[in-house]
């Protein structure tokens, strides 16, 4: 076990140290502050929170009585002349009285009624001497009519426009060569909705079967017939929408 090893002694260690005092730097004064002092103190008011050294002691004969502190409306002869009506209204005409008849005016109170309330028209001021000119007229507002190309087709829709005419030409000419050749057959309107009517009552079976399907699924088997009458009515569905949208359609005869 190692003891606790304690330095060496030495004389200096014996001898008395001096305290050394640091010194703090002289703390900021600022030059102005005997000026503001001498400010503050003409400026402050006497007996400013203290308040008057004399306070006047009411009498009490003039003792505080009730509703003495609220306002009291002037007498009627000392109210003002401002509000008063010095102009009589003309009376309620009597029973015998007959109205003036035969009076015709110039105002035409149809233009009058329809007329509607001018707005200002904007203004542009482009010089520094006040100089003013209609803004609509000024160029600085942009008039598409006024365009090189206003009006006319953009080339991309005229592209795109000879695009689907050429491919239905080509449709057209593949259609016809088709049929010539005896390939295909166009159904008739009573053929389209007869399909139609077979497609939807094949559907109402699919439907009718789904319907009594169980509500739990249980097992995979369940799962997998829910999944094929989903898949077939959809299927179906596409069918009807693809004759209903489409008038002429052809067949291959085989």
């Not at 509000?83 to 035409?108: E, F, N, S, W, Y």
């Not at 593949?174 to 009573?190: H, I, N, P, T």
């Not at 999944?227 to 008038?247: G, H, I, P, S």
Request: positive net charge; hydrophobic residues 30%.
């Amino acid at each position: 076990m190692f003891g606790v090893v304690n330095p060496p002694e030495s004389v200096y260690s014996r001898l008395t140290k001096e305290e050394v005092h640091a010194q703090k730097p002289q703390r900021y004064m600022s030059k102005y502050r005997p000026t503001v002092v001498l400010e503050e103190k003409s400026t402050k008011r006497p007996m400013r929170t203290m308040g008057p050294a004399k306070v006047e002691v009411p009498s009490p004969e003039n003792f505080l009585k009730k509703h003495s502190k609220e306002p009291k409306v002037p007498e009627k002869a000392q109210r003002s002349k401002e509000h008063t009506c010095t102009v009589k209204k003309a009376g309620v005409p009597a029973q015998t009285d007959r109205p003036l008849m035969g009076i015709h005016t110039k105002r035409d109170f149809v233009q009058t009624a329809a007329a509607v309330t001018m707005k200002p028209q904007l203004t542009s001021v482009d010089t520094r001497h006040g100089h003013r000119q209609l803004l609509e007229t000024s160029g600085l507002v942009p008039k598409y009519i006024k365009k090189k190309h206003y009006g006319e087709v953009p080339e991309y829709l005229q592209q795109r426009k000879e695009d689907e005419r050429r491919a239905q030409e080509e449709y057209d000419d593949f259609v016809k060569e088709q049929r010539e050749r005896g390939a295909m057959k166009r159904l008739s309107d009573q053929e389209r909705q007869a399909t139609i009517e077979g497609l939807k009552k094949t559907w109402d079976e699919l439907h009718r079967e789904y319907q009594g399907l169980s509500f739990v699924t249980d097992n995979l088997r369940k799962k997998s017939h829910r999944d094929q009458l989903e898949v077939a009515m959809k299927k179906l569905e596409n069918d009807m929408d693809l004759f209903k949208r489409f008038k002429t359609i052809y067949i291959p005869n085989n």
